[in-house]
């Protein structure tokens, strides 16, 4: 554990009324990301004043230009922390040099104008991220979260994250005093550092369905994929599903980050729908075409290291899910069907379609009410209320 951190009993995240927010992409409004679920969610906490957002200057603007109010307790901002593209390796000219320290500067002062102080504040990061050094040592902080969503040192070694997660995650007990996963794999990784608090994703209330919302399956059903395109995804299984269910149309939505996706010969097929990225709050109505949900993920290392936000948003739409045999499941595997091969994944389809009804619709919805994101956060608080207990002192 660092030793920068005041250890004093009468440290508690009550008297955290200040927390400024780390995340390591701009995407504020895009996915409903967690890291944009918990800072909505601590804006809306009694014992909160302010919640600064900080994401990176994708499009080169600076603290100064690009303040976004979201509510009276809520602002986001865009940090120039490093030229669009470059690695922190790469040199610098004279002029970006010297944005660098007036965003440095820029970034003290803001934090002081919106009443952050030592003994009020809590800094919440998300690594791998770029300038986690740099953000440890210059904000001021009374307590330190540092949050795992996915494990980075699993993903290609081409990827920009990866070289920053390999050098960082080995060190986060040293410089946080708890750290938030969101996996068994990853409680299992980062436990043995510091106080781990494992959590579940949860659902955003504009998910919810209302009963009125449950349609009968027709002859022609929606099976829905939400979400993006990447190394876990499955591309062969839905390729396999829409050659094999003709009579079914295949509803894609999210974007690509790769061309695995593309280069498939699945969207060349007559009953397939790819959409791209939509806003989040577009994504329930895309839900409400859809007669399943599907989470067709293969099983690795990295995949492991996740939980599916889309468990929670495909339930609180009360449609059936099928998903492939993946870590994430446990908490709602009473109301989805989990598959380990293809043969069982498409029967899964025509049984649940075949069995649904209005009874498991609500079922459904209901258990997605309670999987909420005050919890979440309630939960992660209540641990480092804990950890900065008196033992500590």
């Known amino acids: 554990m660092s030793q920068q951190h005041p250890r004093r009993s009468d440290v508690k995240y009550g008297s955290l009324t200040h927390v400024l927010l780390f995340w390591f992409g701009d995407d504020w409004g895009v996915f409903g990301r967690t890291y944009e679920q918990i800072a909505l969610t601590l804006s809306r906490l009694d014992s909160v004043k302010q919640v600064l957002v900080v994401l990176p200057s994708s499009k080169g603007e600076t603290l100064a230009t690009s303040r976004q109010v979201i509510s009276d307790r809520l602002t986001v901002l865009r940090l120039y922390w490093r030229p669009r593209g470059s690695s922190s390796l790469q040199l610098r000219s004279l002029g970006s040099r010297l944005k660098l320290r007036l965003e440095h500067f820029r970034l003290r002062r803001l934090i002081r104008s919106y009443g952050f102080r030592e003994k009020n504040t809590l800094l919440w990061l998300f690594p791998a991220h770029p300038i ?19 494990d980075f040192t699993l993903v290609d070694k081409n990827d920009w994250y990866y070289p920053f997660a390999i050098d960082q995650y080995p060190r986060l007990g040293s410089m946080f005093d708890l750290i938030v996963v969101t996996s068994k794999a990853n409680e299992e990784k980062f436990s043995v550092q510091a106080p781990c608090v494992r959590i579940d994703q949860a659902v955003d209330a504009s998910f919810l369905a209302d009963p009125s919302d449950f349609r009968p399956c027709g002859p022609q059903p929606v099976l829905g994929y939400v979400g993006t395109f990447w190394d876990r995804t499955n591309i062969d299984l839905l390729l396999r599903i829409a050659r094999e269910r003709p009579h079914c149309r295949l509803l894609l939505v999210g974007p690509e980050l790769n061309r695995r996706l593309s280069d498939s010969g699945l969207l060349g097929l007559g009953n397939v729908e790819w959409v791209g990225s939509v806003p989040n709050d577009q994504v329930p109505q895309q839900l409400k075409r859809m007669n399943l949900c599907l989470i067709p993920h293969l099983d690795t290392p990295f995949s492991r290291s996740m939980s599916p936000l889309k468990l929670f948003q495909y339930i609180a739409s009360g449609k059936p899910v099928v998903s492939s045999a993946v870590e994430g499941l446990e908490l709602a595997s009473h109301l989805i069907r989990i598959e380990g091969d293809p043969g069982s994944f498409l029967e899964a389809i025509d049984e649940e379609l075949a069995a649904d ?24 608080l209540s641990k480092l209320d804990e950890v900065l207990g008196p033992e500590l002192a």
């Open 357 to 380: 009804a209005l009874e498991k619709f609500l079922e459904r919805v209901a258990f997605a009410k309670a999987q909420t994101w005050e919890s979440r956060v309630n939960r992660i």
């Open 132 to 150: 986690v050094d740099e953000l440890v040592r210059q904000v001021p902080a009374a307590a330190r979260i540092s949050q795992i969503v996915d």
